[in-house]
């Protein structure tokens, strides 16, 4: 019952069912599975060639009863974007841009490099084509439509065997009537159309059409991949994660794919800040690290999102979660560059062959191995024993290695810890180098924060990393290497929309108001699309603002004092304001949010500090100060209340935490683990 007495909707998420969150990463494919009582997770490794497998794989492991919820997310848009394996695509515009794709912003990404080239166009220059229209910045048409020109441009697609079509003229934004018509003729003829209008009216020219273009080269290979699924699920609902921080069921984002493009990341800070909240924290460094990749975020009170994200060198202006990605994961390959010094990444071995260790055909050393080697994981293997570690394997790769780094070697084994040690010394400055640029680059301390590290490689390295960046606190949580799979199925419906509009400053709330009345209305549309009960549904208003004369704004929520919230965000942003100087209103945004019931996790009552029970037995480990005898703890054995001093290694099936000499951790009450970090250069504030 709702507060007036009324009944509430009868939805998917109250009626019990299985709810599971899916996130195929590049090497593991993540499952949670909450079943209104507790919580459970499993991994299989991931099949790269053909995705769907491993998520089929899992389900048929798990056979759940008809009628679950997926929530999911996936890579496919994101590989089908940086490998260049998109749907064959044309791009569309007014007569006379049709080479703004190659034109871009004519900035060079590496200054003072003269043969620096910039990133190669989606679609080469013989697919991007052009229409007789014209429509100025008014919205006034100084030219119409050629019919006559529509069925000639159907006629070339068809030669050039096109599959998709980005369709972006000028000014359609704020007439899109011209886009309208041409659209709808092409998807009569066939075509898959990604029309600017309905997925980005906002101005900027080429970031339009560049998000335009990503979208129509991505999303036919996505709904491929959905058809996969949804022919072989017996599904309630099915929802795709966002690169957002929410989730939209999969009928939505077939046609804005590009909407997905870094939806398992996102799931990631999504599911880290839910449990952050949970342990007491809001300030955090979300840090990720994976098979293939790390990715960091930091969360201030509130997770932050952006328009202004670029993939693979192409700006993308949908609303994404502020996330930075590094090529540094377990997976990641070490190899010696031309001037004879070690490096790692971006290449990873990924799930095929993946590293050394997992005796899958892989013969170069990777960071993995290095852990591996320097007898920092369990000695059972990973996945509770499923995945055993082959060490023979590790270590001919690191003596291959050692051999391409100096042929006249023969490698012995402590020239092998030295390497090993300096894989991983790498990799943690790369690490490092990632987490500064999201922090102390943007004015944040980060002692003023704790590092929540996830991802099963995470554990490994968290704490090091900490004492490098001065950091007194790391959280990790218990299902650490599928928090993004659980963040799934924390996360809200989202759903955005903008519209350029480009008002003085001095336009009254009233007229702001009767402008944002349509965009709202479509937002209680969506979301009755989306099938969220009215109660559960919140709109957001917000405005894109800037100085007269600026070229970037900055976004604040819409109310009378929206103003001043302006003067106080740019103060925050760039250390200065200018009251008296003129503002501008660019965009009018719209987020319209459905509330999910989150998984309950269950606390459990806090004990004894003494954590003997779970110790199971004591190896060998390597150090940068030596080696030593180390004990090696069960976490599912570990209590509230429970503390372990390093050096130790805590282990589960599918991560592994390590501590040094100096750290001292315990458990909490949802049995996360909470490291205060020794030997950092001063107290966390």
Avoid at 475 to 500: C, E, H, K, R
Wanted: hydrophobic share 40%; net charge negative.
């Amino acid at each position: 019952m709702n507060k007036t007495g009324e009944k509430r909707p009868e939805t998917p998420e109250r009626r019990g069912q299985y709810r599971i969150g899916i996130d195929v990463g590049g090497t593991f494919t993540d499952f949670v599975v909450y079943d209104q009582r507790r919580v459970k997770t499993f991994k299989v490794l991931s099949t790269p060639a053909d995705p769907a497998k491993a998520v089929l794989e899992g389900l048929r492991r798990l056979s759940p009863a008809p009628g679950y919820i997926v929530v999911h997310g996936s890579t496919v848009a994101t590989n089908a974007l940086l490998e260049r394996k998109g749907a064959r695509t044309a791009f569309v515009t007014t007569q006379g841009f049709r080479d703004v794709l190659q034109i871009g912003r004519q900035t060079r990404r590496n200054l003072y490099d003269w043969f620096s080239g910039g990133v190669p166009a989606l679609v080469p220059p013989d697919r991007c084509l052009d229409v007789q229209e014209r429509v100025d910045y008014l919205g006034r048409v100084l030219r119409p439509l050629s019919k006559r020109s529509i069925p000639t441009l159907i006629e070339t697609l068809r030669e050039q065997r096109v599959e998709a079509v980005a369709l972006s003229l000028l000014f359609s934004f704020v007439n899109p009537e011209h886009e309208r018509q041409i659209g709808q003729r092409l998807r009569d003829a066939g075509f898959f159309v990604s029309a600017s209008h309905e997925l980005i009216p906002e101005f900027r020219e080429f970031e339009r059409a560049s998000t335009t273009v990503v979208n129509a080269y991505v999303s036919p290979v996505l709904n491929r991949y959905l058809d996969t699924l949804e022919q072989s699920l017996a599904v309630g609902s099915f929802h795709v994660m966002q690169s957002n921080g929410g989730r939209i069921d999969a009928a939505r984002v077939r046609q804005e794919g590009v909407r997905s493009i870094l939806s398992g990341p996102a799931g990631g800070v999504s599911g880290a800040e839910y449990l952050a909240r949970l342990a007491g924290f809001s300030r955090l460094i979300t840090f990720d690290m994976g098979g293939t990749s790390t990715d960091v975020s930091v969360v201030d009170g509130a997770i932050r999102a952006t328009s202004e994200a670029e993939i693979a060198g192409m700006p993308i202006r949908v609303p994404v979660l502020d996330i930075h990605t590094v090529g540094a994961g377990g997976g990641s390959l070490a190899w010696i560059d031309a001037g004879g010094a070690l490096r790692v990444g971006p290449e990873s071995a990924g799930a095929d062959p993946g590293p050394a260790c997992y005796a899958r055909g892989g013969r170069t050393a990777t960071v993995t191995d290095a852990n591996a080697f320097l007898g920092r994981l369990p000695a059972s293997g990973l996945l509770g024993g499923e995945l055993p570690l082959d060490l023979e394997a590790t270590h001919e790769a690191l003596t291959a290695l050692s051999r391409t780094l100096d042929p006249d070697a023969a490698g012995p084994r402590a020239d092998l810890e030295e390497i090993a040690l300096g894989i991983l010394q790498v990799v943690n400055a790369e690490m490092e180098r990632a987490i500064r640029v999201m922090s102390v680059e943007r004015g944040h301390d980060p002692r003023d924060y704790v590092l929540l590290s996830f991802g099963g490689a995470g554990g490994v390295h968290a704490c090091e990393l900490a004492r490098s960046l001065n950091v007194g606190r790391v959280l990790i949580p218990l299902a650490a290497s599928t928090l993004s799979a659980l963040g799934m199925l924390t996360a809200n419906v989202f759903l955005d929309y903008v519209q350029t509009v480009m008002c003085p400053g001095e336009t009254p709330c009233e007229e702001l108001e009767r402008r944002f009345v349509p965009m709202v209305e479509q937002a209680q549309e969506d979301l009755t699309i989306q099938k969220v009960p009215v109660h559960a549904r919140h709109v957001h208003c917000e405005l894109d603002l800037r100085y007269q004369g600026q070229s970037f704004e900055l976004t604040v929520p819409f109310s009378p004092a929206f103003r001043a919230a302006f003067h106080e965000q740019h103060v925050r942003r760039y250390g200065h304001k200018d009251e008296a100087a003129g503002l501008e209103i660019v965009n009018l945004r719209v987020r319209a949010i459905g509330d999910v019931s989150p998984p309950r996790i269950e606390t459990r009552a806090t004990g004894s500090a003494d954590s003997s029970e779970a110790l199971c037995y004591e190896r060998r480990l390597v150090f940068a100060s030596g080696s030593r005898s180390v004990p090696f703890y069960d976490h599912l054995r570990l209590h509230p209340g429970h503390h372990v001093s390093g050096p130790a290694v805590i282990f589960q099936e599918d991560t592994t935490i390590l501590l040094s000499e100096t750290d001292d951790a315990h458990v909490d009450a949802w049995q996360n683990v909470l490291v205060t970090v020794g030997d950092v250069r001063a107290e966390s504030r």
